[in-house]
């Protein structure tokens, strides 16, 4: 078995994240409604009058009133006239920022622009003392934060042209109870695996954290190759966002990007009805173990890999993936790589894969041309790392599913109550039974 051992760099002071509405109140298009029997909370308003001429100078007008909105350095107001529990009105146009981690946001805070289309928070490059160094626009490791109704421009052109080896990320919420909502994220930035930090554009939570949320966001235009769309440690909801990365050329080696990348849910975590489309991964876990994770009714296009679940340092306990809609790229011929569109691996000594199920999704390739897979690439993998110890996967059950009949399924042992049944061939003939193994197309033993 070819063995892909992946780490997943976390830069310093940032960790990994996601998000969760406000318990009873939502923000649209820069209106929050309050909730009932509830006391008002404390609004202010800003404007980005002149935000790049005032930035760095430590300037603030205005007295933060609606008619009278607060102006000057982006990030000194922020850092100083911006109390806790506070419901920040950001106004029409780009505010600039030096995205340095100057500040963080203040706990409880609703920092809501006009919408993704009137409100750009934005990096900047020509301030005194700018050179290479991690930059993440908007972070905190406060809880209880709602990023919501703007864009995000990391404007890392300049990091890609100089080739630097650091990244930019857009927003980093690292506590519980976080939400990030109708934000736009463009032009993010992770050199390379192996030469920059990890590119995380959408992250929200750390290791024990819970009630995150990321909905109805948009990640494209990524520059680099080591990044993910939406990144999330502890429990949280992911629906509806839409991640898009350049399709790997022909002939290259697959790119760390990953769409959706989910670690260390215990409590549960949902991620429903995304779209992600090109980049390595459509889901992607290489760093801990999840437990009682549902990934369903999502489209995961054009991808190398559709599901992949290999942490290194944690099994997986109760997984759903149903209903999904996978399609495999086609234009690899040239490098031969191991890619499958539902991937399930233990790695360390002593772990169990445990009561995975496999429902209801369509698994094929992204066009619909006859292609012959060397065997490297296929609809589902799962396998124990021979070379450690005590491994298995436990009660996998693989029913409904419509699998392209050219695609190799590959398994190997040790497996315990594998149960297939169901299945529907696609471009091809009944399934049959090889090995014991019953209802799935294409069955060759694990290279």
């Not at 933060?64 to 009105?89: E, K």
């Not at 950001?90 to 920092?111: D, H, M, R, S």
Request: net charge negative.
């Amino acid at each position: 078995m070819r063995v892909k051992l992946k780490t997943r760099g976390i830069p310093p002071g940032t960790g990994s994240r996601l998000a969760s509405l406000l318990a009873a109140g939502c923000v649209f298009a820069g209106a929050f409604i309050a909730p009932a029997n509830r006391v008002a909370a404390v609004e202010l308003w800003l404007s980005s009058t002149n935000s790049l001429g005032y930035l760095g100078q430590h300037t603030n007008f205005g007295s933060g009133t609606q008619l009278n909105p607060y102006y000057g350095d982006f990030d000194y107001i922020m850092a100083n006239r911006i109390p806790a529990s506070t419901i920040v009105h950001l106004g029409e146009g780009v505010f600039w920022t030096k995205a340095n981690f100057g500040y963080q946001i203040p706990a409880g805070i609703t920092l809501s622009g006009e919408g993704e289309s009137f409100t750009t928070v934005r990096r900047a490059t020509n301030f005194p003392g700018y050179a290479q160094q991690i930059y993440c626009i908007l972070h905190s490791a406060y809880s209880n934060i709602t990023v919501c109704n703007l864009t995000l421009d990391n404007n890392a052109f300049d990091c890609f042209a100089n080739g630097w080896t650091n990244a930019v990320l857009g927003v980093a919420l690292l506590g519980s109870g976080e939400t990030i909502q109708h934000v736009t994220d463009v032009n993010g930035y992770g050199k390379a695996f192996g030469f920059s930090p990890e590119g995380f554009q959408l992250s929200v939570g750390n290791f024990g954290q819970h009630d995150n949320k990321v909905i109805g966001c948009t990640v494209s235009n990524f520059i680099g190759l080591y990044g993910d769309g939406i990144a999330a440690v502890g429990d949280c909801v992911v629906e509806g966002n839409y991640i898009y990365f350049p399709v790997l050329p022909a002939g290259q080696p697959s790119p760390w990007q990953f769409g959706i990348n989910v670690v260390a849910s215990s409590r549960g975590s949902l991620i429903i009805g995304n779209h992600v489309y090109g980049g390595a991964d459509g889901f992607h876990n290489d760093t801990a173990g999840d437990t009682n994770l549902v990934i369903a009714d999502n489209v995961f296009e054009n991808v190398c890999q559709g599901v992949y679940l290999s942490g290194v340092a944690g099994p997986y306990n109760s997984v759903i993936i149903s209903h999904n809609l996978m399609t495999q790229i086609t234009n690899y011929p040239a490098y031969h790589s191991e890619m499958f569109l539902v991937d399930i691996d233990t790695y360390y000594p002593g772990e169990t894969n445990l009561n995975i199920t496999v429902d209801g999704n369509i698994l094929r390739y992204y066009q619909n041309v006859p292609f012959t897979s060397d065997g490297l690439q296929g609809a589902i993998h799962i396998a124990a790392n021979l070379n450690k110890s005590n491994q298995n996967n436990e009660n996998i059950s693989i029913i409904n599913n419509q699998i392209d009949a050219r695609m190799p399924v590959e398994i190997t042992d040790p497996i315990s109550n594998l149960y297939a049944s169901g299945n529907i061939p696609l471009n091809g003939t009944n399934f049959a039974t090889f090995n014991g193994y019953p209802g799935l197309t294409n069955f060759v033993p694990d290279p």
